[in-house]
């Protein structure tokens, strides 16, 4: 149970956040969680993400509980909107795809380097922050990048289509432009992580056959704005919602304030099935069944 699907497992255990990556893996196959997926974000980062997830298991003392992490993790590969992203755009689609490619087609790698099942995360994010982990400046939001950006979104759009595999989608301030993106590029198979917006914003891109994925923000809702956020978890359809850490980032509550990570994903299920007025491994059931229908049914 407490799938997560949406993880950043590189920089939780081996950044500047004093996470046991060993630890991680094992308590989440102690708690036989079913899936795991590691994201990307940069066009040559899937070698190195995959090679620390291996050292981590490799770190496992029980087998068994090896053999389940190393069955529920998956990865996904894709490049995240920054700012030198998007001005070299024509060569790191090329790097991502080579990447790709080899990963999925490699022999001689094991089943856990060809278990890229996804494109991203990937999209739009107009949100500026000098001192956050982004280090984005207003300044950097002339026309060159905003046209960029859209251009290295909609080339990851293409590539998941030509792959047929699912995308990742990041969309934070640039509701229009997302959306935009999706209806020029015609693919509607992927995921919201982290979504941020309102109802009906969730309604456009539910219309059009996406899923939502909620992270730990949603633990964070004031007062005032309960009522929406019931409003919209209760909105998604069961057969459309997932849920996510977005670790290392984002822990919900009660551990806010704390280096997240794929454990505490329980505190978003809990919190959900609580708005969703359902029992806590009916949640987990579903989101479960949403994972299978997304990234390995052949339809």
């Known amino acids: 149970m407490f799938s997560d699907t949406h993880f950043h497992f590189r920089l939780l255990s081996e950044g500047d956040y004093g996470l046991n990556g060993t630890e991680i893996l094992e308590k989440m196959a102690e708690r036989d969680c079913a899936f795991g997926l590691d994201i990307g974000t940069r066009a040559d980062d899937l070698q190195v993400r995959q090679a620390s997830v291996e050292s981590a298991i490799c770190g496992i003392k029980d087998s068994v509980l090896a053999e389940k992490a190393r069955n529920f993790m998956y990865f996904s590969a894709g490049i995240w909107p920054d700012v ?6 024509e060569q790191s689609m090329k790097t991502l ?8 087609n490699d022999e001689h790698q094991d089943i856990l380097h060809r278990k ?7 999209g739009i994010d107009h949100h500026w922050n000098p001192g956050g982990v982004d280090g984005r400046k207003e300044d950097d939001f002339d026309e ?12 990851q759009l293409a590539l998941a289509k030509k792959m047929k595999l699912p995308i990742i989608v990041h969309s934070r301030d640039g509701f229009e432009d997302t959306l935009d993106c999706i209806k020029n590029s015609g693919y509607d198979k992927g995921i919201i992580h982290c979504y941020s917006y ?15 994925s909620f992270s730990g923000s949603v633990t964070y809702t004031k007062k005032s704005k309960l009522e929406e956020m019931n409003a919209l978890l209760n909105y998604v359809p ?6 996510e850490t977005d670790a290392p980032y984002l822990a919900p509550v009660p551990m806010r304030g704390n280096p997240n990570c794929p454990v505490y ?15 806590l491994q ?9 994972i299978q229908e997304l990234f390995f049914s052949k339809s």
């Open 84 to 89: 030198g992203a998007i001005h070299s755009r």
């Open 97 to 104: 795809e080579e990447c790709i490619l080899k990963a999925q």
């Open 116 to 122: 890229i099942i996804a494109v991203g995360e990937c």
């Open 144 to 155: 060159k990048t905003y046209k960029g950006e859209r251009e290295l979104f909609e080339a």
């Open 198 to 212: 309102g109802l009906q914003e969730a309604k456009a891109f539910l219309d059009r056959g996406w899923y939502i």
């Open 238 to 243: 069961e057969d459309r919602l997932l849920c």
């Open 265 to 279: 994903v329980e505190h978003t299920y809990e919190y959900i099935a609580k708005a969703r007025s359902i029992e």
């Open 282 to 290: 009916a949640l987990c059931n579903l989101v479960d069944k949403n």
